[in-house]
């Protein structure tokens, strides 16, 4: 069993924040890797980092607790924190551990975390995390990693290329790659990330993808195109 819990804390009322973060220290058993109100840091978040369990309020005016746990339910456990017992029985076809009406008491706080801890030895969920979302618009889209081709920057854009469609949205390419898996996506141009493990053949400068799409290399990315050829492949001279 692990010893330490990852969880985020999330609500919009920052004394229900600074509460429940609290509770967790006191727990010994959470390591909290966000706390706060900023939905879509929590969306980053769950699209990058192995996260355990998710403390979440259900009224929030961004993105409600519901449409936050719709997205994010197959890989994710969640205890709900909220004064409004009439979310109760919507919020239970989610993966919900436990429901905390407000206000919270540390003791009923403590019983929920121990529930999780009972159930996670039980039934322990898979770390492995294979999809993004993003936001294009209004509108949150999941894209598989293995769906991915390969990713061109557009100046404050981005236009995602996947086997069934390309989806524009507001990224840069920096901050794109930072959710990617290191060991699938590289950067080969300033205006081109690319799968790893769509890639057919390299030639020269360039690298053509198994749909016939060719994608240049940019040169400052040849050193480390070449490295990643010669580490699992063989060596390449450009």
Request: net charge negative.
């Amino acid at each position: 069993m692990k010893t330490s819990i990852h969880c985020i804390i999330i609500d919009d009322e920052p004394l229900a924040v600074e509460l429940i973060q609290d509770y967790a220290r006191k727990t010994g058993s959470l390591n909290i890797l966000y706390a706060g109100s900023d939905v879509y840091k929590v969306i980053q978040l769950l699209n990058t980092e192995v996260v355990d369990l998710i403390f979440i309020d259900i009224q929030m005016p961004e993105l409600t607790g519901i449409e936050l746990m719709s997205m994010f339910n197959q890989h994710h456990n969640f205890i709900i924190t909220s004064a409004y017992p009439q979310y109760a029985l919507e919020a239970f076809q989610f993966r919900v551990i436990d429901f905390l009406l407000k206000p919270i008491t540390f003791n009923r706080f403590y019983q929920s975390v121990e529930k999780f801890i009972h159930w996670q030895s039980h039934f322990p969920r898979p770390d492995i995390v294979d999809h993004l979302f993003v936001k294009a618009d209004k509108k949150h889209y999941k894209i598989a990693f293995d769906k991915i081709l390969y990713i061109e920057g557009l100046k404050d854009y981005i236009r995602i290329h996947t086997s069934e469609e390309n989806i524009i949205v507001l990224e840069n390419m920096k901050d794109i790659l930072d959710k990617l898996p290191k060991e699938k996506f590289m950067r080969v141009h300033r205006s081109y990330i690319l799968s790893t493990d769509k890639i057919k053949l390299i030639e020269g400068n360039s690298i053509q993808l198994q749909n016939g799409i060719s994608i240049p290399v940019g040169e400052t990315f040849r050193k480390l195109v070449a490295e990643w050829v010669e580490k699992g492949q063989g060596k390449i001279n450009y």
